[in-house]
């Protein structure tokens, strides 16, 4: 599959997943559905490799790094955010969650030796930007109390887990570890450990047979899990997690679009600004000029 579907797919699940997530609200724990979402993607995952007969064996070593990916991917990651929605907005979680632009670009770095190129800088920076502008009302509403400052940070650790599970997926895959195989027992190791949170935090295990929740739940662990990671993690290891990640600039517009659709956003100037800002950023970053580096990462997708 060429990268620009797999980057269309990321933006389209991740992006669509939002509106997905409202229909899991109410009675059903959000730690609960979270779980179960993960859960269901790792069973979905395994089936699937079982039919096609794919290899499952890996080394010690190997799965100690596919459990890593998995504490900080599918789970320590979206805990993390979990608890900052419950004390900042959606918007300011968004703009912390571009943050990973950055770390990604700083952790290629930093632990595989990739040249920071000034031309996909711009561009995250022009994402960054964009992206304020789009939120700039909850960003002005943001209210450094105590409470404020907690969903902050909170939103940051999973920021930073999110980058850091980028890290390691790259590793896993410079391994010569195919992205299925390694997302199926990432998403089981995460879903043990979703499991043991619940637990200690005396989660109820409750669920909704509604057609909304279940079919949400079918979507976001179909489609924003299996599918997306997938594409994600398959585009990272080819483009890099400095490209990659951008993504996490874009999804949030598409979000915002669903939003007008059936949530009555009103979109001002600023907004429009800043969806032009992130456009330009894309350009940037993923356009032909940015990816003579490319193969520096990418030497591990071809491997598979």
């Not at 571009?98 to 190129?117: D, E, H, R, W």
């Not at 960054?128 to 939103?155: H, K, M, N, T, Y």
Request: proline share 4%.
């Amino acid at each position: 599959m060429s990268n620009p579907l797999l980057y269309a797919l990321t933006v389209l699940f991740w992006g669509t997943s939002w509106l997905a997530i409202t229909f899991q609200l109410g009675e059903v724990a959000p730690a609960a559905s979270i779980l179960y979402r993960f859960a269901l993607a790792a069973a979905v995952m395994f089936a699937a490799c079982l039919a096609a007969r794919r290899p499952m064996r890996f080394a010690a070593r190997d799965h100690a790094f596919i459990a890593l990916q998995g504490l900080l991917l599918f789970s320590t990651n979206y805990v993390f955010i979990y608890f900052a929605t419950a004390h900042i907005t959606s918007g300011q979680v968004a703009m912390a969650f571009a943050a990973i632009v950055v770390l990604n670009i700083l952790g290629s770095a930093v632990f595989f030796g990739m040249p920071i190129q000034p031309r996909i800088v711009l561009g995250a920076a022009a994402g960054i930007v964009g992206l304020a502008l789009v939120f700039w009302p909850e960003i002005r509403a943001f209210d450094w109390d105590r409470s404020g400052s907690a969903g902050l940070v909170l939103a940051l650790t999973g920021t930073i887990s999110a980058s850091l599970g980028n890290m390691v997926s790259l590793r896993n895959q410079r391994r010569g570890l195919p992205v299925i195989q390694t997302n199926a027992y990432g998403m089981a190791y995460g879903s043990g450990l979703l499991l043991l949170f619940c637990l200690v935090q005396d989660t109820p295990f409750t669920f909704a047979w509604t057609f909304a929740y279940v079919a949400s739940l079918l979507y976001l662990a179909i489609g924003a899990t299996v599918l997306a990671f997938w594409s994600y993690l398959t585009l990272l290891g080819r483009i890099g997690p400095d490209r990659a990640a951008y993504a996490s600039v874009v999804f949030p517009v598409l979000a915002l679009a669903l939003s007008t659709l059936f949530e009555d956003f009103v979109w001002t100037p600023a907004a429009v600004a800043g969806v032009a800002l992130v456009l330009a950023g894309n350009v940037l970053v993923l356009g032909r000029g940015a990816t003579r580096k490319a193969g520096t990462a990418g030497t591990a997708g071809r491997s598979r």
